[in-house]
């Protein structure tokens, strides 16, 4: 398994909108054929990105209470957020480029 951070209902507030840089949370869970599709660019932009924005996974199976806080419905959805506020969200399967461009604009 790769060195992805993973978040839960319990630690998420502290390490996603208390988070010091900017954040891209990837709600999944494991039944959900889409998700498996955006994982691999997940975890590479989780590499080229590690220490400018901090992405992380948060599986809604196990972490019920997040996602409707979000307004959550379908998955895969991308938040991102910086200062601890909400900026962006993606919902559905996007190719990386597609992602990356997001994050860029977080920098």
């Not at 790769?2 to 010091?20: A, G, H, P, R, W």
């Not at 809604?60 to 209470?65: L, P, T």
């Amino acid at each position: 398994m790769s060195d992805m951070l993973y978040v839960t209902d319990s630690t998420f507030d502290d390490e996603i909108l208390k988070s010091d840089i900017p954040a891209m949370v990837d709600f999944w869970a494991e039944w959900c054929g889409p998700c498996k599709m955006v994982a691999p660019a997940i975890e590479e932009l989780a590499k080229e990105y590690q220490g400018k924005v901090k992405i992380a996974k948060m599986n809604v199976d196990e972490n019920r209470q997040t996602a409707p806080r979000f307004g959550i419905r379908n998955i895969p959805t991308l938040l991102f957020f910086k200062n601890g506020e909400l900026v962006q969200t993606v919902i559905g399967a996007h190719p990386k480029s597609h992602i990356e461009e997001e994050l860029k604009k977080l920098l």
